[in-house]
């Protein structure tokens, strides 16, 4: 018998239906000579500082450095410690006596880094040597099942991968669990969340967020001309920027009384713009961001689900291209979806047997291609899977698509000795942009005033000029401006940010080494900029992410440090890939994790935190220790007396003022503007009764 693990029940089931196994048990699926289970997830991870003994922050534990590391079943919090989950126990379980049972296995985990850390630790954990095969398949539809089963890969071809997950995951942890620990030790037992990837993206916030906050706007001006030519209306504007207003009125009255103007220049260029490539998640990410304003992790969970019906192709890419051996599937791909309504006057553009094959590239390709629609046509979608799912279906079309050309127009004029300028542009042959239809001949990106070139851009076609004409000038206009700070980031915005966190490198031959590297990947970006919203160490505002109070404090500590530099994070990944193709020792680069990790630890530990001046209040219940006050919390240090008091309540935190008053006199001042669940406000005292719990009491009763 063969056992499959796949890594959702989901996924299971779809196998075990090919594969003609019915029988349903507790945990598993199976017949047919075989037994098909799930992982549920990370099963097993890496055990926490607690199951090595060491017990709270204790600053003469650090750094901890695990050797070996032990693996444990998934942990959930109960109450003030953790505990290993039931549903992981239970299903450990029945994975372990179906792989005692079976001759080998088939690993069908997610096919990628991810994927194949949760068998390995499974593997592991079970102390298992069974001999297993890999199932390696970007799509979940019938045929990419069936393909895959017929082309099972040997496991030991995937053991590169699986040495980057594990040193991935180790690094995490020791960075993480070291860092954290030694900071919070600083500040004093409060807790504050570090990491090898969500610290340097904090810093990329909380960076751009003080650049922009403390920019100084500046104010200059600028003058507009209006002109009429062959019944075309257009505009220029003056290449000079004027400081001095007085300096500028001078000027404008110059140009008022002349009236005319002279063309000095005309330049028209023919501009190609290529169609752009497939989706990778990150690109998807971006642009669903940009024109649905969804977030980087709705987009991966819109994504998944469609993968999951089999709608599209694995999201976890990172990738923009696709195989040579796929490219002849693609016509009738586009055959079915031209069975779609929606999808007609797209297709009906393309020219069938003469597609565009910029997106083929075997080199190009990583563990998954770019992402593609499947065979399966969609129906009874959510709102935001079909506004993902169409998104993909119009990317691939426009890939398919021959370039657009347009012509672009540069003209200079001139009056007395200042310069102005107008830039127009028509579309010459639509190409891919005739996929969703053109509103406009002209380009977003051309339709932007780009004050350092110092050109106005017009969204209408400019008349035809020879160098020499003369033009009157029908209006003149003096326009005051300011310089403009960095734009906040979106989420869009961070995304990029962290995909070419190698560009930023100020030293170039490393800059050219580390250019396409990034910090996090595909399938980990969304999950690090939620991780930072759980921390409440960012917000979102209107559309922009902005760091809050606690994510400034944390950025304040450790801007200068070595756990906030952006391009050892990106170096890193650089490092795992080399350890997926066997060009790097996972033992050496833990070696290096583990120095870095101790010249971090050092450094936080020695951090100077401040306390804040709060009041020495005695535990209510035990009347022996004074009370630990805490951002969210206020507690006794006892643990067998255990008395404690959540300062957030309904919305409200208490402030040092309430908690002084309730622990003094039993009872807090009038405290306003809580909250029901169903959001309706109410005022309220509260008061602590003899059994020492806290209660409301209303002033109206």
């Given at each position: 018998?063969?056992?499959?693990?796949?890594?959702?029940?989901?996924?299971?089931?779809?196998?075990?239906?090919?594969?003609?196994?019915?029988?349903?048990?507790?945990g598993?699926?199976?017949?047919n000579?075989?037994c098909?289970?799930?992982?549920?997830?990370?099963?097993?991870?890496?055990?926490?500082?607690?199951d090595?003994?060491?017990?709270?922050?204790?600053?003469?534990?650090?750094?901890?450095?695990?050797?070996?590391f032990?693996?444990?079943?998934?942990?959930?919090?109960?109450t003030?410690?953790?505990?290993?989950?039931?549903?992981?126990m239970?299903?450990?379980?029945v994975i372990?006596t179906?792989v005692?049972?079976?001759?080998?296995?088939?690993?069908?985990?997610?096919?990628?880094?991810?994927?194949?850390?949760?068998?390995r630790?499974?593997?592991e954990?079970?102390?298992?040597?069974?001999?297993?095969e890999?199932l390696?398949?970007?799509?979940?539809?019938?045929k990419a099942i069936?393909?895959?089963?017929?082309?099972?890969?040997r496991?030991?071809?995937?053991?590169?991968?699986?040495?980057?997950?594990?040193?991935?995951s180790?690094?995490?942890?020791l960075?993480?669990?070291?860092?954290?620990?030694a900071?919070?030790i600083?500040?004093?037992?409060?807790?504050?969340?570090?990491?090898r990837?969500q610290?340097?993206?904090?810093a990329?916030?909380?960076k751009?967020?003080?650049?922009?906050d403390?920019?100084t706007?500046?104010?200059?001006?600028?003058?507009?001309?209006?002109?009429?030519?062959?019944?075309?209306?257009?505009?220029?504007l003056?290449n000079?920027?004027?400081?001095?207003k007085?300096?500028?009125?001078?000027?404008?009255?110059?140009?008022?009384?002349?009236g005319?103007?002279?063309?000095?220049?005309?330049?028209?260029?023919?501009?190609?713009?290529?169609?752009p490539?497939?989706?990778?998640?990150?690109?998807?990410?971006?642009?669903?961001?940009?024109?649905?304003?969804?977030?980087?992790?709705?987009?991966?969970?819109?994504?998944?689900?469609?993968y999951?019906?089999k709608?599209?192709?694995?999201?976890?890419?990172?990738?923009k291209y696709?195989?040579?051996?796929?490219w002849?599937?693609?016509?009738?791909?586009?055959r079915?979806?031209?069975?779609?309504?929606?999808f007609?006057?797209?297709i009906?553009?393309?020219?069938?047997?003469?597609?565009?094959?910029?997106?083929?590239?075997?080199?190009?390709?990583?563990d998954?291609?770019g992402l593609?629609?499947?065979?399966?046509?969609?129906s009874?979608?959510?709102a935001?899977?079909?506004?993902i799912?169409?998104?993909?279906?119009?990317?691939?079309?426009?890939?398919?698509s021959?370039?657009?050309?347009?012509?672009?127009?540069?003209?200079?004029?001139k009056?007395?000795?200042y310069e102005?300028?107008?830039?127009?542009?028509?579309?010459i042959?639509?190409g891919w942009r005739?996929?969703?239809g053109?509103?406009?001949?002209?380009?977003?990106?051309?339709?932007t005033?780009?004050?350092?070139q110092?050109t106005?851009?017009?969204?209408?076609?400019?008349?035809?000029?020879k160098?020499?004409d003369?033009?009157?000038?029908?209006?003149?206009?003096?326009?005051?401006?300011?310089?403009q700070?960095p734009?906040?980031?979106t989420?869009?915005?961070?995304?990029?940010a962290?995909?070419n966190?190698?560009r930023?490198?100020?030293?170039?031959?490393?800059?050219k080494?580390?250019?396409?590297?990034?910090?996090?990947?595909?399938?980990?970006?969304?999950?690090?900029?939620e991780?930072?919203?759980?921390?409440?160490?960012?917000?979102?505002?209107?559309?922009?992410?902005?760091?809050?109070?606690?994510?400034?404090?944390v950025?304040k500590?450790?801007?200068?440090k070595?756990?906030a530099?952006?391009?050892?994070?990106?170096?890193?990944?650089?490092?795992?890939?080399?350890?997926e193709?066997?060009?790097?020792?996972?033992?050496?680069?833990?070696?290096e994790?583990q120095?870095?990790?101790?010249?971090?630890?050092?450094?936080?530990?020695?951090?100077?935190?401040?306390?804040?001046?709060?009041?020495?209040?005695?535990?209510p219940k035990?009347?022996?220790h004074?009370?630990?006050?805490?951002?969210?919390?206020?507690?006794?240090p006892?643990?067998?007396?255990?008395?404690i008091?959540?300062?957030?309540?309904?919305?409200v935190?208490?402030?040092?003022?309430?908690?002084?008053?309730?622990?003094?006199?039993?009872?807090?001042?009038l405290?306003?503007?809580?909250?029901?669940?169903?959001?309706?406000?109410?005022?309220a005292?509260?008061?602590?009764?003899?059994?020492?719990?806290s209660?409301?009491?209303?002033?109206d009763?």
């Amino acid at each position: 018998m063969k056992c499959i693990i796949a890594e959702k029940p989901s996924v299971a089931r779809e196998i075990a239906h090919l594969l003609n196994a019915n029988e349903r048990k507790e945990g598993y699926i199976q017949g047919n000579g075989y037994c098909v289970t799930w992982a549920l997830g990370h099963l097993v991870t890496l055990g926490m500082p607690e199951d090595y003994g060491i017990r709270g922050f204790d600053k003469a534990s650090l750094p901890i450095f695990p050797n070996p590391f032990q693996l444990t079943p998934r942990k959930i919090r109960q109450t003030k410690q953790y505990a290993p989950d039931p549903a992981a126990m239970k299903q450990l379980k029945v994975i372990k006596t179906l792989v005692n049972r079976c001759d080998s296995i088939i690993v069908a985990t997610d096919a990628g880094r991810e994927g194949e850390l949760i068998f390995r630790y499974i593997y592991e954990y079970l102390d298992c040597n069974k001999p297993f095969e890999r199932l390696w398949i970007s799509s979940l539809t019938e045929k990419a099942i069936q393909e895959g089963f017929k082309k099972l890969q040997r496991g030991s071809n995937f053991d590169g991968l699986s040495q980057a997950a594990k040193a991935r995951s180790e690094a995490d942890w020791l960075v993480g669990i070291n860092s954290t620990q030694a900071l919070s030790i600083a500040a004093h037992q409060d807790i504050y969340s570090l990491g090898r990837v969500q610290t340097p993206t904090l810093a990329l916030i909380c960076k751009r967020f003080e650049d922009h906050d403390q920019f100084t706007k500046r104010k200059y001006w600028q003058i507009q001309l209006q002109h009429r030519k062959d019944y075309i209306n257009f505009t220029s504007l003056s290449n000079l920027q004027w400081e001095e207003k007085k300096q500028a009125e001078q000027v404008f009255k110059s140009i008022e009384r002349e009236g005319k103007i002279i063309v000095e220049n005309v330049a028209v260029n023919p501009v190609k713009e290529q169609s752009p490539l497939l989706f990778d998640l990150t690109e998807l990410q971006k642009e669903a961001n940009r024109k649905l304003g969804l977030s980087a992790d709705e987009v991966l969970s819109s994504a998944q689900s469609l993968y999951e019906k089999k709608f599209i192709t694995y999201p976890r890419t990172g990738s923009k291209y696709i195989p040579e051996d796929l490219w002849p599937e693609i016509p009738e791909l586009v055959r079915i979806l031209n069975m779609t309504e929606q999808f007609k006057p797209a297709i009906s553009t393309l020219k069938f047997g003469n597609f565009n094959k910029r997106m083929v590239s075997n080199l190009k390709v990583t563990d998954h291609h770019g992402l593609l629609p499947t065979t399966k046509l969609p129906s009874a979608l959510k709102a935001s899977e079909k506004a993902i799912y169409d998104m993909i279906v119009y990317r691939l079309l426009e890939s398919l698509s021959e370039h657009c050309l347009k012509e672009v127009r540069q003209i200079i004029v001139k009056v007395h000795h200042y310069e102005f300028s107008t830039k127009g542009s028509r579309i010459i042959r639509k190409g891919w942009r005739s996929i969703k239809g053109i509103l406009s001949d002209i380009s977003d990106s051309d339709k932007t005033i780009n004050n350092h070139q110092n050109t106005h851009e017009t969204l209408k076609e400019l008349p035809e000029f020879k160098v020499g004409d003369e033009l009157k000038i029908s209006q003149i206009e003096l326009q005051e401006k300011n310089t403009q700070p960095p734009k906040l980031y979106t989420e869009a915005d961070l995304l990029c940010a962290m995909e070419n966190a190698g560009r930023q490198i100020e030293d170039k031959d490393q800059q050219k080494i580390l250019q396409n590297i990034g910090i996090g990947t595909s399938a980990t970006r969304a999950s690090i900029i939620e991780t930072l919203f759980s921390r409440d160490y960012i917000i979102r505002k209107n559309k922009t992410l902005v760091p809050t109070e606690k994510g400034l404090q944390v950025y304040k500590l450790v801007k200068d440090k070595k756990i906030a530099n952006v391009e050892m994070t990106a170096e890193w990944e650089m490092a795992l890939h080399q350890i997926e193709k066997g060009e790097l020792d996972k033992d050496q680069f833990i070696n290096e994790i583990q120095a870095y990790t101790k010249e971090i630890t050092h450094e936080l530990l020695s951090l100077h935190i401040p306390q804040e001046n709060m009041p020495e209040l005695k535990c209510p219940k035990c009347n022996q220790h004074n009370l630990i006050i805490k951002e969210k919390v206020v507690k006794c240090p006892d643990e067998q007396c255990n008395w404690i008091l959540f300062r957030i309540i309904c919305g409200v935190q208490l402030s040092v003022e309430y908690i002084t008053s309730l622990i003094n006199n039993k009872r807090t001042a009038l405290i306003k503007n809580m909250k029901t669940k169903n959001g309706k406000k109410f005022r309220a005292y509260i008061v602590l009764k003899d059994d020492h719990q806290s209660i409301f009491e209303f002033p109206d009763h």
